[in-house]
């Protein structure tokens, strides 16, 4: 793909999260796409032939870019590689990204929307904490031998989805200190080193990042 062309698809997905930050996901269409984007309707059309194309791939570019940020913290955190430090770097990335935020938590009809009208995109984008990461970290030695990882996965479902349903929260830095303290003390493992379970969680959010979509 030449520069142009990455330059005419990085603007319709900047413009799209911007009408779905804004104005919400029923004011996306190719027209209002092109005209926020200032870019001509047929080489919005040649890129991605629907707006619902356009959305799939600037979901799928922001939860990259998540992933990213959170791999990054877990590698700068000598204390990365345990679920609870973990699970305080996804919340965070949600949180703190607007577009992330609008999507996981202010406008999840949005998310439903688009990810119902994925078609056959490559994958469709999840963040929370799944049983198989759970189970990854146990068998790196991360988390206590003890613990269900199907349990733990939705536990921390239900306690991501109640912090959406009742955001926003002046004290949401407190609330997930509060969360990951809970989490470290009935999960962690006791270890020194880390390490580990960096590679289990790397390894994890890159086969997410490459699954197909099923179906």
């Not at 536990?155 to 997930?176: E, K, M, N, Q």
Request: glycine share 6%.
């Amino acid at each position: 793909m030449s520069q142009s062309s990455l330059s005419v698809v990085d603007a319709v997905l900047d413009a799209a999260a911007d009408i779905i930050m804004n104005d919400g996901y029923s004011a996306v269409t190719v027209a209002s796409i092109s005209s926020r984007a200032d870019v001509p309707a047929d080489q919005v059309e040649e890129a991605f032939p629907t707006a619902n194309d356009a959305l799939v791939a600037m979901l799928n570019r922001e939860f990259q870019g998540m992933y990213r940020n959170i791999v990054e913290n877990i590698e700068r955190d000598p204390r990365g590689g345990l679920l609870s430090r973990m699970y305080t770097y996804i919340l965070s990335s949600v949180y703190e990204r607007p577009l992330a935020k609008t999507l996981f938590v202010i406008d999840r009809e949005a998310l439903n929307s688009i990810m119902r009208n994925a078609h056959s995109f490559t994958y469709v984008p999840n963040v929370g904490i799944r049983s198989e990461l759970i189970e990854g970290l146990q068998a790196a030695g991360m988390v206590r031998p003890d613990v269900d990882a199907r349990q733990v996965s939705s536990v921390l479902s239900t306690c991501s989805a109640g912090l959406a349903l009742t955001a926003p929260h002046d004290d949401l830095d407190l609330i997930i200190d509060g969360l990951a303290t809970l989490i470290s003390r009935a999960v962690d493992a006791e270890v020194d080193d880390t390490t580990p379970g960096k590679a289990v969680f790397y390894n994890w959010a890159t086969s997410l990042v490459a699954r197909p979509r099923e179906g």
